[in-house]
Each structure stands twice: as C-alpha cells, then as structure tokens.
C-alpha cells in the first residue's frame, strides 16, 4: 500500500498541473517537461545549498515549484501574446525539458565530481522529505503535500475569486472578456500555477 501511495504522489501532482488548467479551456500536456525542470530546480537546491533540515527541503521544494512554474510560465505566455495553441508549445517544451536536462548534467554545475558520465551529486538528507512511517518505508511527506495541493486547488476554483475568473474564462471566453476579466492575465496566470503543481511533482521523484 505505502509502496502505490509512494508512486502516486507525483501522479496526483501532475494530475491537478492538467486538471487546474482544463477549468480555464486549455490542455496542459507539459507536465512531463515542468517536472523535469521542477526536479532540477530542486536537485540543485538539494545539492548545493547547506541548510538546516526544515528550511533545506522547503527551499528545495519551492524551488521545484518555481521551475515547473517559469516552464509553464511559457506556453501560458505564448497563448496570451500570440494565440500559439499550448498543445503544441507544451508537447515541443517536453521535448527541449529533455534535452535541456541532459545538456544540465554535462555542466560542472550540475554533474558530480569526478564523474564523466551524467549523473549529479546526491541530494543532501537535508533536503528530502522526511518518511511517513520510519526509514521501513519509503513513502515521505510529499504524499501529504499531493493530499493539501488537491485541497488547495479545490479551494483555489471554487471558493475564490480567481478560481471563479478561470471557470468563466473555461466556460465562454469572450463572455469573460465582456464581463471585465483579462482572459489572456489567466492565460498566464492558471499555466503558471499549473507548472507550479507539476514543479512539486518533480520534487516527490
């Protein structure tokens, strides 16, 4: 059970990167690029930065959440600016995730120490999530982060005012537009928190 709670955590945070953006009418198919950018964020923390326990892994995981947030960010962007359909930015950003992640790990930055093959150094203790049950198990905290996301993106869509904006925007575009609210800020702005989510998810792997 601990081990199918362990490999749903980053399945529940990317489910929420497509399903919040789903509300406003646009089809996140990026999540696979904003995890590996939310992953690498968060690795360098994890690796690099020495901090206390605590403070290590929220910063690593705020990392991961602003990574997958700047690659959503992008295509969110893109269909504000120019109408560019984010299918296709989001499918063409996984790709450029992907290799951009494998030029990364050829970088003294991000490769480890007397390695020439791509590979980083291990992320500190520090910055992990702690496990749920003992070192037994290998589920962490970040199930219950996935579990307070789905709560918050619940909260986000139907209890406040944003959320409302992005629902009217899903349902009818041009009404929302006449009704006063900048569709194309939600655009941006519900591509951005989708990234954010899918950030997370990289965290969790």
């Known amino acids: 059970i601990t081990e199918s709670l362990t490999v749903a955590t980053p399945l529940i945070l990317a489910g929420l990167a497509v399903a919040l ?3 406003a009418s646009l089809f996140n198919i990026g999540a696979q690029g ?3 950018l939310g992953a690498a964020f968060a690795g360098w923390v994890g690796f690099t930065l020495d901090l206390p326990p605590v403070i290590h ?13 700047l690659w959503g960010f992008i295509p969110g962007i893109l269909r504000a600016k120019t109408g560019a359909h984010e299918v296709i930015t989001t499918i063409m950003l996984n790709h450029i ?3 951009l992640l494998a030029f990364l790990l050829t970088t003294t930055a991000f490769q480890r120490p007397g390695r020439a093959d ?3 150094p291990p992320v500190a203790d520090s910055a992990l999530y702690p496990p749920l049950f003992g070192s037994s ?3 962490h905290w970040g199930f219950v982060l996935a579990l307070i996301m789905c709560a918050a993106v619940w909260w986000l869509l139907y209890r406040s005012t944003k959320g409302f904006e992005f629902r009217a925007v899903g349902y009818n575009a041009n009404a929302a537009r006449t009704a006063g609210i900048k ?5 941006a702005l519900v591509m951005v928190l989708a990234g954010a989510l899918a950030g ?3 965290t969790a792997q």
């Open 21 to 23: 953006p789903f509300k």
């Open 34 to 36: 904003q995890i590996i």
């Open 57 to 69: 892994m929220l910063v690593a995981v705020l990392a991961g959440a602003i990574g997958g947030g």
């Open 97 to 99: 995730s992907v290799y």
């Open 118 to 120: 791509p590979i980083s």
């Open 137 to 139: 198990f290998r589920l």
């Open 183 to 187: 569709v194309e800020r939600s655009y």
């Open 200 to 202: 997370m998810a990289g």
